[in-house]
């Protein structure tokens, strides 16, 4: 095994982890999941951009694992010899390289497809543990250099530029962004594809393709991060929200055999994702950021045949129409997505959690593309260095972002409607909070006004208490954690009953008596911040999403036997 100067950062310290040498004698007992294929002198094994064999083992010769250029030449990453594999998590489910591999000369190879890769990580324990820690470091070293991923030319503070990276990084998928004014690769892009400067962002997909500031959806598409739905086959569960609930969800039912779709008309991770620290979630000692704590799970849902549409987002639900298999009790259920696809299952558990809630302020859409957000990633923290921000919110999501944002920014100005912190907001960061010395938490206070041109965003204005006394302070950005109000407008016309504030209703409240998780809809579940009722904590979500999976089995169960009798009858 060899690196260039292309190597990831990551392999300086965990090179052993990421680049294992396997024995002969686990490479025999990795034998019966694949088949050995030879390849000549300069064959490639792996192109950017197409679906690759899965995880290829080398048995003999050596495979150079280059980046992708826009140029004809290629930059090394590294070269494996025999007992090196080639591979990283898109194998686990067939998405497209990110990387090109070619032959230096004769080489023979142990080629595993996604789904039997997928069997040979649970079925050899010691051996997939060690194969999916060095898929997902690799992974993590691919978002280190942004190697593989879509280019996007723009500058950093462009709204349609955050847009994109905000989505790709919730996504954990490698990109890098070129700004035209200082990047030269960016200036022959844009002369390339004769761009006219008003026209940016441009993205340039892997493989070859350029958009025009595109839609999520599409750039999603171009680069392979989720593909067309098989509209005849009926899944076991379809779950709806890729949070922590429906993560926790499909890995507990997929891992017991039931056969599991995950929507999410954004990303995975939720707003548990999208938070910089948790630290009171169990076996986390030192904490752990939201987005790897979601990236774990969305792996481990994967490993377990979990199949992923992301973003795809669902627009209805109802009681299919085929006659020899629908029946008011038992669906199946036809979720209609708004690309005009649709997924048929035989039950349905809505975990689509909340969104987050705008205040009232006059044109604040002006300035949400660009200034204001609602969350706190690198990527946000990083637009701030050494500037003053304002901050709304008194919640356990917002003093999480006030200190990971006072990290870096200037002074944290925190804005609370209540007299306090402590009557909404842990202890523990309560505490870590006071002792900020950049960080002034204003009490009773409320925005009254905001003031910028051209997108951005210059002054905050806010009123303090009953005397109503206006504070004006300039600053560029303002980060909104106000709380969340339930995602639940696609359940219209659906059966699926929700309360006034619109959660859905469950348990006895729906009139249900196969359980609290169940809504007034046989086969459908409620789980997470979206069931009324709920514990709003990641740990509680987690929790609902593996009690969920045994009502699935009753009520599937149940469904068996009903569609059984009827057919012999």
């Known amino acids: 095994m060899s690196r260039s100067g292309a190597a990831f950062k990551i392999a300086e310290t965990r090179s052993d982890q990421m680049f294992p040498i396997l024995e002969p004698l ?11 294929r030879a390849f000549g002198a300069g064959d490639a094994l792996v192109r950017v951009g197409e679906a690759g064999h899965g995880l290829g083992i080398i048995l003999a010769g050596a495979v150079d694992v280059t980046r992708h250029h826009d140029t004809a030449s290629r930059e090394l990453i590294i070269t494996h010899h025999p007992g090196a594999f080639m591979g990283e998590l898109a194998q686990l489910v067939g998405r497209p390289a990110l990387v090109d591999a070619h032959a230096r000369g004769p080489v023979q190879a142990l080629l595993i497809p996604p789904d039997r890769l997928r069997a040979l990580l649970i079925a050899e324990a010691d051996l997939g543990e060690r ?22 030319v723009g500058r950093a503070d462009n709204g349609d530029v955050l847009r994109l990276e905000g989505f790709l990084a919730r996504n954990g998928h490698p990109h890098l962004r070129l700004d035209p004014e200082t990047d030269l690769e960016a200036k022959v892009l844009i002369a390339r594809f004769g761009v006219d400067p008003g026209q940016l962002p441009i993205v340039l997909c892997p493989t070859g393709q350029l958009l025009r500031n595109p839609g999520e959806a599409e750039l999603a598409r171009c680069i392979g991060l ?11 569960v379809a779950i709806v929200g890729a949070g922590p609930a429906g993560l926790a969800a499909a890995v507990y039912a997929a891992s017991e055999g039931l056969s599991v779709l995950v929507c999410d008309c954004r990303a995975f991770g939720g707003q ?19 987005m790897a ?48 696809e649709s997924v048929i299952a035989r039950s349905v558990v809505i975990a689509c959690g909340a969104r987050y809630r705008r205040p009232q302020i006059e044109n604040l859409e002006a300035f949400e593309a660009s200034s204001v957000h609602y969350w706190a990633s690198p990527l946000e923290r990083k637009l701030c260095e050494r500037q003053e921000v304002v901050l709304v919110g008194a919640g356990n999501s917002a003093g999480q972002a006030v200190v990971y944002l006072a990290g870096l920014v200037a002074k944290v100005w925190v804005l609370v409607r209540g007299g306090s912190l402590a009557a909404s907001m842990s202890t523990y960061l309560v505490d870590r909070i006071s002792g900020l010395a950049n960080v002034e938490v204003v009490t009773d206070a409320q ?15 806010w009123r303090r208490g009953a005397s109503g006394e206006e504070v004006r302070q300039p600053v560029r950005h303002l980060f909104l954690f106000i709380g969340a109000e339930p995602n639940t407008n696609w359940l219209s016309g659906s059966g699926v009953a929700v309360d006034a504030k619109g959660f859905v209703i469950s348990g006895s409240d729906a009139n249900s008596d196969r359980g609290s998780l169940e809504t007034s809809r046989r086969g459908v579940f409620a789980i997470g911040d979206v069931r009324s009722g709920s514990v709003k904590r990641v740990a509680a979500a987690v929790g609902e999403g593996a009690r969920v999976v045994a009502a699935l089995h009753a009520f599937l169960g149940a469904a068996n036997g009903v569609q059984a009798f009827s057919r012999n009858h």
């Not at 194969?131 to 942004?146: K, Q, Y």
């Open 131 to 152: 194969i999916m820690r060095a898929l997902i470091l690799r992974r993590v070293g691919l978002l280190e250099t942004g190697v593989g991923g879509p280019v996007i």
């Open 226 to 236: 989720v593909g067309p739905i098989d509209p005849d086959r009926l899944y076991d």
């Open 272 to 290: 548990a994702g999208a938070s910089a620290r948790i630290e009171n979630y169990l076996g986390f000692p030192t904490g752990i950021t939201g």
């Open 447 to 461: 925005i009254s006004r905001l003031e910028g041109g051209g997108g951005m965003l210059h002054t905050v204005h």
């Open 26 to 36: 686990e490479i025999e007992r990795m034998r019966r999941f694949g088949v050995t």
């Open 293 to 340: 704590l979601m990236a774990r799970a969305y792996s481990q849902a994967q490993k377990f045949g979990v199949e992923m549409a992301i973003p795809d987002e669902v627009t209805t639900l109802h009681i299919g129409h085929d006659p020899i298999r629908e029946d008011a009790e038992h669906g199946p259920f036809v979720l209609r997505l708004s690309n005009d």
